[in-house]
């Protein structure tokens, strides 16, 4: 069945059944990877994909369902198991949909219809660089290409009705570097909404250079150290930290940010943003997944907390209007709040100039376990890291086999300058993080 029919069916079928307010979200994508392996395809996969999700409100409760299928038979079996689910659903805030807002427009270079036969030659030609690039690069690990494109629609009976396009490009490339028994990887990719933005030859030399540039690493004595995030780690550790701005997780004690609003919990030198018109990031959109308008909110500003991040429900239960946060997983997945395109916003002093002004400082590069090493609750972490060691103003040697240690919360207190090498490094399945590089005052570093 047309899917606009099949909208308007199900939503007839659901008032006789007695549904009060009914909304659907759809969403259909194309997808094309390629994965390289001595120059030959070692991997080839091309997907689509479409799905409809039905919510709907029964007595006072919601219900969700979901189908692949758009037959007649499949409104039926939409409206039984959106009324099951209702009726075994508690909830503590009288559900509702939104009707519609003021949407800006989404400014996006999108450009993902790239012919299949270049991006497989793209692909080789960054492993055949990589393996050009040094002696000591060894091999080449992983080398693919991602595309993607989609649509969404969202539709209600109070109204709405909404709908966009996206598209992405991810180039990944990890490379192994070898001397003597010496073995250390290097990895860089690029995640952008135009293809054309992609450059294969710099991606090949910051894995190589970081191979390399490893080679010889080991541990430090213990103790604490002045410490540069590198960009791509400092935006790990704040998608990692992410939630503690929800207004979903403050209300369920999931947050130490409560009642902080209006408060200065951070450096003078840390503004956070949420921005959904990033150009050239995938996440970035005009509209939530409820429907509710997107728009650019500071988190922090300057250290003072300004705002959390709410989805329809959470923001009813503060009195406060949705802040366009809502977002799901996927078609099949509840409606949660996360950001859209996280980033902590750059200063002006450039990478390399800081560097030389250190006296003795650690560059992490790298963080891992996190996901058993971090406790988003109390801010707590403990991961292990690599990066490099800095003396009197030069890095001296690659460090390995060291563990550092602090609190999050704690961490923004002690930022003493934000870079200017902001990238958006770090996608996730729901919105993307993005840091430049930043120097903490001290953390605690566990080594030899």
Excluded: W
């Excluded at 919360?409 to 002690?414: G, I, M, P, S, T």
């Amino acid at each position: 069945m047309e899917l606009n029919k099949f909208i308007d069916e199900l939503f007839k079928r659901g008032k006789e059944e007695g549904f009060s307010d009914m909304e659907v979200y759809y969403i259909d994508s194309d997808s094309f990877e390629v994965n390289i392996y001595n120059q030959e395809v070692d991997k080839y996969n091309v997907n689509k994909n479409k799905g409809l999700s039905l919510r709907a409100i029964y007595e006072g409760r919601i219900g969700y369902a979901y189908t692949e299928k758009f037959d007649e038979e499949d409104i039926e079996f939409l409206i039984k198991n959106a009324k099951n689910n209702a009726l075994e659903t508690q909830t503590d805030v009288i559900p509702e949909f939104y009707s519609g807002g003021q949407y800006r427009e989404l400014e996006m270079d999108i450009n993902v219809d790239i012919d299949t036969k270049k991006k497989i030659e793209d692909a080789m030609y960054m492993e055949r660089r990589a393996k050009e690039y040094d002696s000591r690069i060894d091999s080449v690990n992983y080398c693919l290409i991602d595309t993607g494109k989609g649509r969404r629609k969202i539709v209600n009976t109070r109204g709405l009705n909404l709908e966009e396009e996206s598209g992405v490009s991810v180039a990944y490339i990890a490379v192994v570097a070898k001397d003597k028994d010496d073995v250390k990887s290097g990895s860089s990719f690029k995640v952008t909404s135009n293809y054309n933005n992609i450059d294969f030859e710099k991606l090949v030399k910051e894995a190589c250079d970081e191979a390399i540039n490893s080679l010889g690493a080991e541990s430090i004595p213990s103790g604490k150290y002045k410490v540069i995030l590198r960009r791509d780690a400092a935006a790990t550790l704040l998608a990692t930290f992410s939630s503690i701005f929800s207004g979903d997780a403050v209300q369920k004690g999931f947050s130490l940010l409560k009642g902080k609003i209006g408060k200065k919990i951070a450096s003078d030198k840390i503004t956070i943003l949420d921005d959904p018109f990033l150009k050239d990031a995938p996440s970035s959109c005009s509209f939530d997944d409820e429907g509710v308008e997107t728009y650019t909110k500071e988190v922090i500003k300057d250290g003072v907390l300004k705002t959390y991040l709410y989805d329809i429900k959470s923001a009813k239960k503060d009195g406060v209007k949705s802040t366009g946060n809502g977002f799901k997983a996927s078609y099949k997945s509840p409606v949660v709040v996360s950001p859209t395109n996280m980033y902590i916003v750059k200063g002006t002093l450039d990478y390399e100039e800081a560097i030389k002004r250190q006296e003795r400082a650690i560059i992490i590069t790298s963080l891992q376990g996190l996901h058993s090493g971090a406790n988003p609750v109390s801010g707590d972490f403990s991961l292990a890291a690599e990066g490099y060691l800095v003396e009197n103003g030069s890095i001296t040697k690659p460090v390995e086999q060291i563990t550092i240690a602090g609190n999050f919360y704690k961490l923004l207190e002690d930022v003493e300058e934000v870079l200017s090498d902001f990238e958006l490094a770090l996608p996730s399945g729901m919105g993307s993080y993005g840091s430049p590089s930043i120097i903490i005052k001290e953390l605690n570093v566990s080594g030899k």
